[in-house]
């Protein structure tokens, strides 16, 4: 089965073909990256526009890629909520205008299921499961049950991880995204500073406390910033840590999944493992390239819908998994 995975909710531009839900045989990614760096964050409207202008030759470099042409595609996937709203009707859009001209029918997919599922590609994974998706909207614990139903038993209530990276990074005047910096400066440094103890209750989060320390700190003390960035990315970890690890012994889970651009850092990696090790949990990390936003991960969340949904087709725009429960 080849499905078309095609993804445009924030900043990146990109479509895959994904074969039987495991083999990528092209994921092209257009990043944003450098146009919005001048802005200090994406730009939503600025967003919109770039995919417009990207959106046919990502399309046509995927296909060229993976050696295919359009009538050889199963199924089109494509990201339908949540975000950004002038990026998603881009690559929603295109989507449907393929999808009707050609016949090949269109499965609307989630972004976090999309996120969650990439995980799927590399591993098989037995449910049930618990979910850490951390980007740079997003941070959430979610619960999969073995039916591949998903409910949001945690979120955080102010910023994003990934978004308070990117803060800091603002902060600390480095390009955005913040991020991928901030965990490179971090691995050349000291965790040395004191952070404050943020309590929340639950499995919520919460990081706009700490994103306050950091702009109060960074104003009033001198500072060697790679130590400063260690200090900052290890209190980061330790909260997602702590609370994944909680929610898998809670709900009794054996596997553990995490997902989001923010999967991608390096101290989060290492930290997971060796804590799920600890407590006898299987943890599963995408490569780092399908942490990122990517089509890849649209197109495996569309081959795990058709095989565990039954009558998807029917009604592909009202189904109830097209939004995650929370509780
Ligand atoms: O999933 P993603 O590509 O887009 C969203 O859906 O938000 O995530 C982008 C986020 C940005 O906030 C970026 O700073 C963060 O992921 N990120 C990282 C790293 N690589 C990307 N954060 C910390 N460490 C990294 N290595
Ligand atoms: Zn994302």
């Known amino acids: ?109 989630h972004h976090i299921k999309g996120h969650i599922y ?68 971090a691995s050349q440094g000291e965790a040395n500073i004191e952070m404050p103890n943020i309590k929340v209750e639950g499995y919520n989060f919460s990081f706009s406390g700490l994103k306050t320390f950091m702009l109060n700190f960074i104003r009033k003390n001198s500072f060697k910033i790679e130590d400063l960035c260690a200090s900052f990315q290890s209190k980061v970890v330790d909260i997602l840590v702590n609370k994944s690890i909680k929610a898998c012994l809670d709900k009794r889970v054996k596997s553990f999944m995490l997902a989001g651009g923010v999967a991608a850092n390096s101290l989060l990696r290492d930290k997971i493992n060796i804590e799920g090790n600890k407590n006898s949990i299987n943890v599963y990390i995408p490569s780092k390239k399908l942490c990122i936003d990517n089509g890849a991960m649209i197109a495996s969340a569309a081959y795990q819908i058709i095989k565990n949904e039954k009558d998807i087709l029917k009604n592909p725009l009202t189904r109830p998994s097209l939004s995650i429960e929370r509780g």
């Open 1 to 109: 089965m080849l499905i078309l995975g095609i993804e445009t909710s924030c900043d990146d531009t990109s479509v895959a073909v994904l074969e039987n839900g495991k083999i990528i045989r092209s994921n092209i990614v257009s990043s944003q990256d450098r146009i919005h760096s001048l802005h200090g964050g994406i730009f939503p409207e600025l967003a919109a526009r770039q995919h417009i202008e990207n959106i046919s030759l990502v399309y046509e470099s995927a296909l060229r890629e993976a050696d295919v042409e359009l009538k050889d595609i199963d199924y089109i996937a494509s990201t339908y909520s949540p975000g950004l709203i002038g990026s998603l009707l881009v690559g929603f859009s295109f989507s449907k205008s393929l999808s009707f001209s050609s016949g090949i029918p269109l499965i609307p997919v």
């Open 118 to 185: 990439s995980t799927f590609i590399e591993n098989d994974i037995s449910l049930p499961a618990i979910a850490l998706v951390v980007s740079g909207g997003h941070t959430s614990l979610i619960y999969i049950d073995e039916k591949h139903n998903f409910k949001e038993i945690g979120h955080t209530l102010d910023d994003a991880a990934g978004e308070t990276y990117d803060k800091v990074g603002r902060m600390l005047e480095l390009p955005f995204p913040g991020g991928p910096i901030i965990d490179k400066l």
